[in-house]
């Protein structure tokens, strides 16, 4: 699959597209295929590697530990991984993964248990690929819920 890679820390002139192999899930994860990746304010900390504190602390020293950029990511469930029963195959889903300047994503589904009344919200919008971004889909569902009843 192609990905945008960085080798090292730097602006955006340090990056490039590269032929990667794709994810591996495991069980607890989905595989996304991108559509959609932000860029926010923390992933362009993590491309410069600022502050530098950071790369003591673990992100990589020279270059980052986590060579292709990106976390917010929206797109649709390509694989699940054993345990997943909230996900299927076709699924349009957003959340984070990290590394999601790719043509596919890892994210983890685990730790999240959602109410009978989030549920059922959740049937009525786009579903959240993580437990990270989960009050987010919860919150659009409730404000067109919402706009609905208004009318």
Known sequence: MRAVVQDVYGSADRLRLADIDKPVIAAGEV??????AGVDRGTCHLMRGEPYLMRILGFGFRGPKNRI????????????????????????V????RGSFAEYGRCAT?????????????????????PECSFITEALASSRRTARTDR
């Open 69 to 92: 950029p990106g976390l917010d990511v929206a797109g649709t469930v390509a694989a699940v991984g054993a345990g997943v029963t909230r996900f299927q195959t076709g699924d349009e």
């Open 94 to 97: 957003f959340g984070i993964s």
């Open 110 to 130: 685990v730790g999240w248990n959602p109410s009978a009344e989030m549920a059922a919200a959740r049937s009525q919008s786009v579903q959240s690929a993580g």
């Open 31 to 36: 595989l996304v295929r991108v559509r959609a």
